[in-house]
């Protein structure tokens, strides 16, 4: 039976702030948008976000976007493209406004402007006097931005597909994207998307760690589906681990505790980021804390029985700023840990968070492939947002309350570029039978039932071993273990068993398609790691401690069918300022 079909102008494969914001743009220009998502659109992880998104409104304290670049670009440790760097932080401040208008209930002073909070690695005048940057809806901003998007979406009629499992891209003979070959997750049954242009904005992949702070749906879905097209990926050996996770559990406990001035003690009691960072302290970047949270335990001075954690200390703040500031995290530590943070220090551990790297874009949000001889071509019809891009505004490590900010500044770029493409590609290209049959070859290889081990035994192996090998710190031999153990794990995939009593069969396919798509992104993650013999941002080797930009002042781009990696240079040059050189990166 043929594989129904439906036509649309933009398709977009993902329902976060990243694919929302787009598809907010297109629907309101009367395009007929389709937005897939494999949950429900308010469940997507932007909907987790916490602390807030940056912009340099001035509310608090003087504030310039010029200083928020310096910011970004330090913070990036010099890998971070500053023509997009720049673009982010000038149009902050007009994203945010917006967001206003379209009804985002943010905090706000007693003067009745937007409440702005500090962040880590947020300074004033280029590296001064800590700034206030970052606005917030409480401790709960990313659940305000997405239910404001999802509703003005329904109202400007964009069209939804719920509970649809996005399968691989539609390519056509020329290289062409023709839309995504989708997979009704209720009833089982594929269809095709056939659409002018598509945008993947499938956010991150923390699953393929055992501690972290995403949602189980964060598996890289889209990136591996660039992959599998053939699209490199870009900076995958930066993956931030940040510094305040439940101890043992994972779960977030937002910068903003910090911000608000929260501070980490190790098991002598002292406030030992002063060693680390005598300046910025406790906001110092993500990293930094990090790595000095990790060495303090490694000293022996961690706390708990096992000295296995440090303390994350707020309630000197007194009760009314912690529960009106922090409600969010009042609930996380009274729900999986027993205590109120006003009364009682939190126990908390480096987690895994946020990908840097990603698929490879321009500031328009256009995909890009790197070409071997001659400039870089763009992907016609392809376009990429949010977590699962990387543009690169983060570089090495991102700041906090930039991501929120990156997923909506090119979120909206993406919709304003489909917008110029579709008037000028105004019809559909012929889509043939051929051109769904990779996706439909990968759909069949996932429905036979075979006779190996269960899909969460080979995922608890893979979350471990991500963990083990490719963690805060790393080195050549055990990240060379690592891969050997990656090798192993997908033959044991090859052979994994579908069906067992617990389990309805159509959700046991969809979690192997994610273990698979885990599976290519955790390699590429390692197979960057492996390669970079330096240190920068979040990318931390023990058997090559310094930051090396002779050498290594370099985007990484893996790709899989020729599992290489290749190595472009960074875009250095601003739109309409001068470049911020690199320098030593101290806080
Ligand atoms: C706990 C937590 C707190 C955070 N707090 C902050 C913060 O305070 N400030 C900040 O700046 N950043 C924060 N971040 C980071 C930031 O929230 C994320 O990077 C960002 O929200 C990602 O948005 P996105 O639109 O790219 O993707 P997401 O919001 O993750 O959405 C991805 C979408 O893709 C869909 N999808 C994925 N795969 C498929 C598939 N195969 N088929 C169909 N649909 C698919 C999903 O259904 C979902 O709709 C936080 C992250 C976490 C985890």
Known sequence: MPIPRRHFDALIIGAGGAGLNAALRLASAELRVAVVSKVFPTRSHTVAAQGGVNAALANVLPDHWHWHMFDTVKGSDYLGDQDAIETMCREAIPTVYELEHAGVPFSRLENGKIYQRAFGGQSQQFGGEQAARTCAAADRTGHAILHTLYQQNIRARTHFFDEYFAIDLIRDSEGVVLGALVLGIEDGEPLVIAAKTTLLATGGYGQVFRTNTNAFINTG?????????????????????????????????????????????????????????????????????????????????????????????????????????????????????????????????????????????????????????????????????????????????RLGGN?????????????????????????????????????????????????????????????????????????????????????????????????????????????????????????????????????????SRVDFPERDDTHWLKHSLYSLSEDRIDYKPVRTKPISVDSFPPKPRVY
């Open 221 to 397: 879905d889209g990136m591996a589906m660039a992959l599998r097209a053939g699209i490199p990926l870009q900076d995958m050996e930066f993956y931030q681990f940040h510094p305040t996770g439940v101890a043992g559990k994972g779960m977030l406990i937002t910068e903003a505790a910090r911000g608000e001035g929260g501070y980490l003690v190790n098991a002598d009691g002292e406030r030992f980021m002063e060693r680390y960072a005598p300046s910025a302290r406790d906001l110092a970047s993500r990293d930094v804390v990090a790595r000095a949270i990790v060495s303090e335990i490694r000293a022996g001075r961690g706390c708990g029985a096992q000295k296995d954690y440090v303390l994350l200390k707020v309630d000197h703040l007194g009760a009314e700023v912690v529960h009106q500031r922090l409600p969010g995290i009042c609930d996380i530590c009274r729900v999986f840990l027993g205590i109120d943070p006003a009364q009682a220090p939190i126990p908390v551990f480096p987690t895994a968070h946020y990908a840097m790297g990603g698929i490879p874009t321009d500031p328009q949000a256009r995909v890009i492939m790197p070409a071997r001889h001659g400039p870089e071509e763009v992907v016609p019809g392809l376009y990429a947002a949010g977590e699962c891009a990387c543009v690169s505004v983060h570089g090495a490590n």
């Open 403 to 539: 991501s929120l900010l990156d997923i909506l500044v090119f979120g909206r770029a993406a919709g304003q570029d489909i917008l110029r493409y579709v008037s000028e590609n105004p019809h559909h290209r012929p889509l043939t039978d051929e051109d769904i049959e990779p996706g439909l070859a990968r759909l069949q290889r996932w429905a036979r039932r075979g006779d190996g081990e269960r899909v969460s035994v080979i995922k608890a192996e893979l979350r471990k071993l991500m963990e083990d090998h490719c963690g805060v710190f790393r080195d050549q031999e055990t990240m060379s273990h690592g891969v050997a153990k990656l090798t192993a794990l997908r033959e044991r995939l090859d052979i994994v068993r579908l069906q067992d009593h617990s389990q309805v069969f159509n959700t046991a396919r969809i979690e192997a398609l994610e273990l698979d798509n885990l599976l290519d992104v955790g390699t590429a993650t390692l197979m960057a790691a492996l390669a970079r013999e330096e240190s920068r941002g979040a990318h």
